[in-house]
Antibody, heavy 120, light 111 residues
Framework: EVQLLESGGGLVQPGGSLRLSCAAS????????MNWVRQAPGKGLEWVSI????????YYADSVKGRFTISRDNSKNTLYLQMTSPRAEDTAVYYC?????????????WGQGTLVTVSS | QSALTQPASVSGSPGQSITISCTGT?????????VSWYQQHPGKAPKLMIY???SRPSGVSNRFSGSKSGNTASLTISGLQAEDETDYYC???????????FGTGTKVTVL
């Protein structure tokens, strides 16, 4: 059974930094692209970033480009999101989501999410 | 990328069929075969319901179906049941920008 478990969320000050983690199990982690998707309180879903199975290619939403960095450690079956210079509008539940169908087609499994609150 | 446009709410009686629309542009929905739909219950993670416009994952009821015409994709729920009452989001891959865009979300109410 595929399982994704996010951690690392919490309260962070504007301009600070925070690293989110997503521990994966139940599938060959290195074979699949992985994503971060976020959802602000009471709002809709917003795609944040994707990284290829090897970790060699990544893409970002314009809203986080230059501030967030996605990475992965395939030896630990773990996905990361390094958040630097967060802003109040980055407050959201952050989900990791497994890429389905060869990577760039859909999100077939999701974690339970971790809440990030950006506030002073 | 701007969010895809969905109706804020759709309602129907038990047993009826409803359709949720998802309108984008030629750069996303209209130019992609990678349109997917997600169901999200309050406080829970989204669940994949339809992928590649009209394909259904194993375990998802055949009451859910998807289609696309031009820049608009649609999710149809037939034989509406009380358990279908929740939020639904569409999503499309946008190859021109190597990004994904989600819809604004639709709340389904079973009357």
């Amino acid at each position: 059974e595929v399982q994704l478990l996010e951690s690392g969320g919490g309260l962070v000050q504007p301009g600070g930094s925070l690293r989110l983690s997503c521990a994966a199990s139940g599938f060959t982690f290195s074979s699949y692209a992985m994503n971060w998707v976020r959802q602000a309180p009471g709002k809709g879903l917003e795609w944040v970033s994707i990284i290829s199975g090897s970790g060699g290619t990544s893409y970002y939403a314009d809203s986080v480009k230059g501030r967030f960095t996605i990475s992965r450690d395939n030896s630990k079956n773990t996905l990361y999101l390094q958040m630097t210079s967060p802003r109040a509008e980055d407050t959201a539940v952050y989900y990791c989501a497994k890429g389905g169908g060869g990577g760039y087609r859909y999100f077939d499994c999701w974690g339970q999410g971790t809440l990030v609150t950006v506030s002073s | 990328q701007s969010a895809l446009t969905q109706p804020a709410s759709v309602s129907g009686s038990p047993g009826q069929s409803i359709t949720i629309s998802c309108t984008g542009t030629g750069s996303d929905v209209g130019g992609s075969n990678y349109v997917s739909w997600y169901q999200q219950h309050p406080g829970k993670a989204p669940k994949l319901m339809i992928y590649d416009v009209s394909s259904r994952p194993s375990g998802v009821s055949n009451r859910f179906s998807g289609s696309k015409s031009g820049n608009t994709a649609s999710l149809t729920i037939s034989g509406l049941q009380a358990e279908d009452e929740t939020d639904y989001y569409c999503s499309s891959y946008a190859s021109s920008s190597t990004s994904y865009v989600f819809g604004t979300g639709t709340k389904v109410t079973v009357l």
